[in-house]
């Protein structure tokens, strides 16, 4: 990628040097074992409301645990377990706290949707219209995407471990091969741009827009960010710790609580990736916009797939399975799939590639003055390659016009846009804004249905009122 940066000093062990793995005790092998048993019972743990988190972590600390969750959401009432049917939604119009969600949460930047917390575009601009957002969105305005809560883990006691019969020697889960985050700065650092996004990222519009009903989180557009990412190619990792060419699967696995839902336990959340996919640009990152990870966003370490549904990105990673042969998990065969009438009934393939989006960086039923030029702003974006150009149409999709670029596109990250606006009479508009990536993906009038509201791209209809 354009801006990626190398530390040059440092060498990529072959399959025959000693590696940072080779030289650490394995002494941590005993205090956590959820990556051996990622379907077991929801993990013992300090949950109890009234205790601070500090209190827990020094708890946890002194009995060798590694991760302690933030008091989790009730789980999910029992019926069908749907992807991202998630517990105690939240109404859009709340400003509470979101339970497992460590961060601040005003309401000037978030709408909190259950367990989540989506970000306002509204907010990318001042009162001025000044941009205050730039190309990446800040750690404190970043969307939160859990499927249960926040873990707090340790960083001095944290370790990667890797195991699986793609690995030289077929490490097994109770004696993996393990990397610290010492041992991943020792590694040669990337650092790359890239947009994190949810599956379901636009899911209200299709009962809102499109009369189809679906279950899950309402996203409307703020699942969405862009952030600079600096860490290890997992490559490298999977390198150092000895793969060999017979691996076809990386299976990582996340520290966070166990997922339950309709009665049953999903364990942690776990999802696939074939090794093309692994060895090609994905990021196992310990910092976001030049600082540490904090935990809502994956400290110590996750991942990060360009490109591809946020389910991939698996956060608070501590384990990674390499297999010579494919590898399932809920998250690739019950969820994150395509169901429906237009699919196959055992579901579509396993959801990879994000689709064609723009948003306008303006409330919805904003008021704007008559006879007055305005500049509207927005971001166009596609997880398959630059956007080529973006259209923006103010009378309903009657007619539309040519957005200016205001950067140059880049795979890795959204595309920001302007456009001149001078409405001559008071009333109600609807406003619309469609892109084009270089692939020659474009935004349709309406998304094709699936059961789980996944992957809405379509145009959205933005509504205003000028007065």
Sequence with gaps: MDDEVRTPNEAVPTSADPTPADRRQT???????????????????????????????????????????????????????????????????????????VKPLPAEWFVPRGTNAETRWDTFRGADGAAVVSRHVPVERFFVRNHTSTPLIDPDTWSLRLFGSGLRGAPTAGSPVEFGLDDLRELPSTRISALIECAGNGRSYYSGQQDQPVPGTPWTLGGVGSASWRGVRLAEVLRAAGLTGAAVDVLPTGLDPDFVAGGTNYGPVRRPLPIAKALDDVLLAYEMNGEPLTPDHGAPARLVVPGWVGIASIKWVGSVEVADHPLYSPWNTDFYRMFGPDYPPGGGDPLTVQVVKSAFELAVGARLAADREHRLHGRSWSGAAAVRRVEVSTDGG??????????????????????????????????????????????????????????????????????
């Design 27 to 101: 002494d941590r092998r005993q205090t956590d074992r959820r990556q051996a048993e990622p379907t077991r019972a929801a993990r013992d743990g300090a949950r109890a409301d009234g205790v601070d988190r500090r209190t827990l972590l020094r708890a946890a600390s002194a009995a060798g645990a590694l991760a302690v969750p933030v008091p989790a959401a009730p789980p999910v009432a029992a019926g069908r377990a749907a992807a991202e049917e998630l517990p105690g939604e939240v109404p859009a119009s709340s400003s509470g706290p979101v339970p497992g969600i």
């Design 398 to 467: 009657r007619t539309w016009r040519h957005a200016e670029l205001r950067d140059e596109p880049r795979a890795d990250g959204w595309t920001r846009w302007s456009l001149d606006w001078r409405p001559g009479r008071p009333g109600p508009y609807e406003l619309r804004a469609r892109a084009t990536d270089r692939r020659g993906n474009t935004q349709p009038e309406r998304a094709p249905f699936n059961r789980e509201g996944y992957l809405f791209g379509a145009v959205v209809a933005h509504p205003v009122t000028v007065v």
